[in-house]
């Protein structure tokens, strides 16, 4: 696939993965499973869209089968892990911060929560170098955050679904 040095915005999400990784079967497999584990882990976690058993028996088998046994993961398994960890933690982090957070914990984790684009990024520089991910890194971020929700709409979302503090009777 050949696609220009800027990446317009009618290729979609896979075809720029594609690109990105440089066709490597093994790195889009891994990039996919990441961005289907997360997807649905993020339903399951915040609630807000129905997750199906079918759905959830995917997660676990890309899980526990098919990232442990993928040929890409367990060549770079020293280079990715730790960038996994990161990853999953970052994760934790912004869902801690959007739960009890003030306005400008909001604010950080309106910028971290996204890191499955950070894993993305790391295994296009594993398939083409750190120059290639520079050049990814920026394409990516782009073109993922362009339909991205904005902060003001994350916020009023996040904060109309909170609960308020109970009402003391301090008479």
């Known amino acids: 696939m050949t696609l220009p040095g800027k990446m317009p915005s009618m290729f979609n999400e896979q075809q720029l993965i594609r690109y990105w990784l440089k066709d490597n079967q093994d790195a889009i497999a891994l990039a996919n499973a990441y961005?289907?584990?997360?997807?649905?882990?993020?339903?399951?976690?915040d609630g807000d869209k129905p997750v199906s058993k079918a759905q959830i028996n995917t997660m676990m088998?890309?899980?526990?089968?098919?990232?442990?046994?993928?040929?890409?993961?367990m060549q770079h398994y020293n280079q990715l892990m730790p960038v996994v960890q990161h990853c999953l933690?970052?994760?934790?982090?912004?869902?801690?911060?959007?739960?009890?957070?003030?306005?400008?914990?909001?604010?950080?984790?309106?910028?971290?929560?996204?890191?499955?684009?950070?894993?993305?990024?790391?295994?296009?520089?594993?398939?083409?170098?750190?120059?290639?991910r520079r050049q990814a890194a920026l394409a990516i971020r782009k073109?993922?955050?362009?339909?991205?929700?904005?902060?003001?709409?994350?916020?009023?979302?996040?904060l109309s679904q909170r609960k308020p503090p109970p009402v003391s009777d301090d008479g």
């Open 61 to 73: 088998m890309q899980s526990l089968i098919e990232i442990p046994t993928n040929p890409f993961f």
């Open 35 to 45: 961005s289907s584990i997360s997807q649905i882990w993020d339903d399951l976690y």
């Open 143 to 158: 073109a993922i955050y362009h339909d991205n929700e904005d902060f003001t709409t994350y916020r009023d979302e996040i």
């Open 89 to 132: 933690m970052t994760w934790l982090d912004a869902n801690t911060l959007e739960e009890m957070g003030d306005e400008r914990d909001l604010q950080v984790s309106y910028i971290i929560r996204s890191v499955t684009t950070d894993l993305i990024i790391h295994l296009a520089g594993l398939v083409g170098g750190s120059l290639w």
